[in-house]
């Protein structure tokens, strides 16, 4: 196993404007937890409560396709539930904020996932909200329980397109990539 200097990657983070960051796994309660740290924080910065709003709004989504969607699961303690694992970080930059996440998922999903953040990139702001009344209607995934309206909805809370990448990690998994910044 190869050392670690905490030194280093604490300055790698410095450098980098990261304020939040956790790789594991995350619970619902810990999620609270993690999102009332984030509005606390931005409150205290003086951050414009329209922007906190949204910040915490996405970071809980991306948080929540983590727990739910993520290949790497963890079973929880005395219970018979699994929560997905991976790592989710938020950076401040000078014009705006950024929510990154990254987990692993089947190379069977990743073209699915892929082609539905080019399509939502591609729409405009009526015909986002269009294809997100089209696809709230629909009857909920019987896989995953899901309306499968989480990247719509970020994309339009930040009115921003949502960064997509994939690294093939074997001939099973990729560790994937979501990121979007919310402007000031």
Same mark, same amino acid.
């Given at each position: 196993?190869?050392? !670690? ?20 796994? $995350? ?5 609270? %937890?993690?999102?009332?740290? $984030?509005?606390? @924080?931005?409150? #205290?910065?003086?951050?414009?409560? #329209? ?24 079973? $929880? ?9 991976? !790592? ?31 399509? !939502? ?7 986002? &909200? ?6 709230? @209607?629909? /009857?909920?995934?019987? %896989? ?11 994309? @339009? &809370?930040?009115?921003? /397109?949502? &960064?997509?990448?994939?690294? #093939? ?12 910044? !919310?402007?000031?």
């Amino acid at each position: 196993m190869k050392d !670690i200097d905490l030194f280093d990657w604490y300055k790698n983070i410095q450098g980098s404007n990261i304020f939040f960051a956790i790789n594991g796994t $995350i619970s619902h309660s810990l999620l609270v %937890e993690f999102g009332e740290m $984030i509005k606390s @924080r931005l409150f #205290q910065i003086e951050e414009e409560r #329209q922007v906190i709003k949204k910040v915490f709004a996405i970071f809980v989504e991306l948080a929540q396709n983590l727990m739910n969607y993520s290949s790497a699961k963890v079973k $929880i303690v005395n219970t018979d539930k699994y929560v997905g694992s991976g !790592i989710i970080l938020l950076r401040e930059n000078a014009d705006c904020y950024e929510v990154i996440s990254g987990n692993l998922v089947r190379n069977s999903k990743i073209d699915m996932i892929r082609s539905k953040c080019e399509y !939502i990139n591609s729409l405009n702001k009526t015909e986002l &909200k269009e294809y997100y009344k089209a696809e709230k @209607r629909k /009857p909920l995934n019987k %896989e995953t329980l899901s309306a499968g309206i989480g990247l719509i909805d970020i994309v @339009r &809370k930040a009115n921003n /397109p949502i &960064k997509f990448m994939a690294n #093939q990690k074997d001939e099973n998994l990729s560790f994937m990539e979501l990121s979007i910044k !919310i402007m000031k």
